[in-house]
């Protein structure tokens, strides 16, 4: 009895590190994995995300961990950009995915950005105001490069934007 308890402790011990949420990301580029950044990642103003303009962090039960950042109206010149920062992968295909779930996040033309190095491999754009509640597929690179991803709101972009959680699929094809 005392043999099980000890195995059933460890394994609670070791066995906890698949369940830690949104550790910055660390899937090495490797095929079949997924690399998941929060706004914010692990904390306030993380070394995982960087932005520009006025991102205002925010709490709601319905945000990925209870919270994002929401941008009320596009810049009156210029863009504001956040960024959550994946590393570079030069030999797999890379599916994005983003997390929607809040009324406010009106947007209907949200930009996507993802870049490899300095180098654009992924614009595409998703409407948040008629997203899906959670999980929204948007798009993948279409040759086998990942890397940062920037939402970017240009002057004179329309309804409120909001950054929350992406996720980045690996895969060699």
Known sequence: MKRWK?????????????????????????????????????QLNSPDNSYSGNWVHASSSLSYRS?????????????????????????????????????????????????NNSSQVLSTSLNQRYAARGWNYAGKTPGAKTGKVVLSVPSGQLGGTGADAVKVLYSSN
Not at 12 to 34: F, H, Q
Not at 72 to 80: K, N, R
Not at 91 to 114: E, Q
């Open 6 to 42: 000890m195995l059933i402790t460890a394994a609670l011990i070791l066995g906890g590190w698949w369940m830690t949420p949104d550790k910055p990301a660390s899937a090495a580029c490797a095929n079949g994995s997924y690399d998941l950044l929060d706004n914010d990642n692990n």
């Open 67 to 115: 919270e994002h950042r929401y941008l009320a109206s596009s810049p009156s010149s210029g863009s504001s950009d956040y960024s959550w920062i994946f590393p570079s992968c030069s030999n797999l295909y890379g599916s994005l995915y983003v997390y929607i779930d809040n009324t406010k996040f009106t947007n209907a033309n949200a930009v996507y950005r993802m870049y």
